[in-house]
């Protein structure tokens, strides 16, 4: 953040940026590789963050958390981003579980969960299933009542941090014949009984953060698990996106700035035809059209984290917009980024192929980017000019 951007929305932001900023470059960087490269947990990352207070630092401080509002954790996403994809995912996959009991929880709930999260234990969601991914109604899985109690059974695919949250947000079908207007959420604990996780599954990228489908063998859980009314679970899911999208723009942004950090570091190094390849005016151009691309980003990323916080009329078309904008320009940029690095950045040695393989993914989780774009178009008249 420049000294323009600290005079627009405070100096707390840029103190925070740099604390966070500190703390990514010592305690997760050095360990990025090592996750990548293992397909493991990155459980440095993890703790570093539950150290400072950054790993669910939304919650509310009555709840034991930092009261972060929602440009704050924009910029908590963006600094451990900008040196590890996967462990960014530990904030932001606690945000995206928890907003539901946010918004919809009451207050015992919310004191529950919440006072937990916010001392150490994750909380994922799970909306998709396998036929069920951008068509989100069509889930599958059911929640039947049982006297005072509710019966889940059904599976869930593509869980980030599954196996490793200790709570989940569900959405399940309660009434099959009224599609979007039969589905209810719930929270369900990983140690009740029935509950079940797949495989670890491999990815092309963000491979420390687990991704398994989480099974619901006739999990039987009490009634004041539930979130909100009972079919007014897929509103919900949507409310918790329109929100959540900016974390995933954050987190693309934080990716794009750091394969620009590099490219920009290596072309003032790499000597070719007897001089630095930055002096070459088409990797000044690259350079150029990366930086302009991530400002823009940021831009309308932070536009968008105020407006969330606000309850802005044409947040859900900001959010769509921050996240399909941002994320697009991740991909541009690690690829550009590659190429300036030439042969170094299509080899592991340098993170920049790493971060490539990262932004793929921000383009298609929580809404692909033709999905965002969908969203963006039905929601144009909200749009004040």
Known sequence: MNSDMAALFGDEYQSLRESV?????????????????????????????????????????????????????????????????????????????????????????KKKYL??????????????????????????????????SWILSGSKKWISNAGVSEFYTVLASTDLSKGAKGISAFIVEKSDAGVSFGAHEKKMGFRGSPTREVYFDNVKISDDRRLGEVGSGFSLAMKTLDHTRITIAAQALGIAQGALDIAKKYAHERQQFGKPIFDFQGIQFMLADMAMQIEAARQLTYAAAVKSERGEKDLTFFSAASKCFATDVAMKVTTDAVQILGGYGYVSDYPVERMMRDAKLTQIYEGTNQIQRVVMARNLDTLTN
């Open 21 to 109: 900023n500190g703390l990514a470059q010592k305690k997760i960087a050095p360990f990025a590789h090592d996750v990548d490269e293992n397909s493991r947990y990155p459980q440095e990352a993890a703790d570093a963050l539950q150290a400072a207070g950054l790993a669910a630092a939304h919650v509310p401080v009555e709840y034991g958390g930092q009261g972060a509002d929602a440009l704050a954790a924009v910029i908590i996403i963006e600094e451990v981003a900008r040196v590890c994809g996967a462990s960014s995912l530990i904030p932001a996959v606690n945000k995206l579980g928890s907003v539901p009991l946010m918004i919809a929880g009451n207050e015992e709930q």
């Open 115 to 148: 006072t937990q999260l916010a001392d150490g234990k994750g909380f994922s969601y799970c909306l998709s299933e396998s036929e069920a991914g951008s068509d989100a109604a069509a889930m599958k899985t059911k929640a039947t009542k049982d006297g005072d």
